[in-house]
């Protein structure tokens, strides 16, 4: 299993424009039980996943 670096965000309105302009790609994530948790990853390194299939 391969593993992935993301930062956790802040809970504070309209900090997406913001990570997107720094170069972070926004995201949540959701699990039974248990409250969501806003992360980000680099977009650079995101890239480069998709690309490696």
């Known amino acids: 299993m391969e593993s992935y670096k993301a ?7 309209g900090s997406n424009k913001t990570l997107l302009k720094k170069g972070f790609v926004p995201g949540i994530i ?4 248990s ?3 806003k992360i980000a ?4 390194a ?3 996943l998709m690309r490696s299939g």
């Open 7 to 13: 930062v956790l965000r802040s809970k504070e309105n």
């Open 41 to 44: 990853f680099e977009n650079k």
């Open 46 to 48: 995101l890239i480069q």
């Open 35 to 37: 409250d969501p948790t």
């Open 30 to 33: 959701y699990g039974k039980g």
